[in-house]
């Protein structure tokens, strides 16, 4: 069952930005804590940005100043925002979370499937 939906990757120029969203496909569920995944071809999945159930942030050094993790309550949903994008940026993004319904922790460290990210100089 796909319980985690990834959107908004695209193709942009070094410079350019984008907004990723990360949000539950159904059942009532809310996301927790989470963390945004990147991986490039040929390379191994890393963390690029997490939040906790609490909101604290953290940022790969790699990203920090340039990424911004938001809380979207109207799509029930954890954003990238992604500014000043860089060739090295390119890879497919995944969220990785847990899942609340109510204040009740129903589902933990669960996958979607992806959305791909292409930067160009």
């Known amino acids: 069952q796909v319980l985690l939906v990834e959107s908004g990757g695209g193709s942009v120029q070094t410079g350019g930005s984008l907004r990723l969203s990360c949000a539950p496909s159904g059942n009532n569920f809310r996301i927790d804590a989470m963390g945004w995944h990147r991986q490039a071809p040929g390379k191994q999945r890393e963390l690029v940005a997490g939040?906790?159930?609490?909101?604290?942030?953290m940022y790969a050094d790699s990203v920090k100043g340039r990424f911004t993790l938001v809380r979207d309550s109207a799509k029930n949903a954890v954003d990238l925002v992604m500014n000043s994008l860089e060739v090295e940026d390119t890879g497919d993004y995944y969220c990785?979370?847990?899942?609340?319904?109510?204040?009740?922790?129903?589902?933990?460290?669960?996958w979607g499937q992806g959305t791909r990210v292409t930067v160009s100089s």
């Open positions: 990785n979370a847990d899942l609340k319904q109510g204040s009740t922790l129903v589902r933990g460290n669960v």
């Open positions: 939040i906790s159930s609490s909101g604290s942030t």
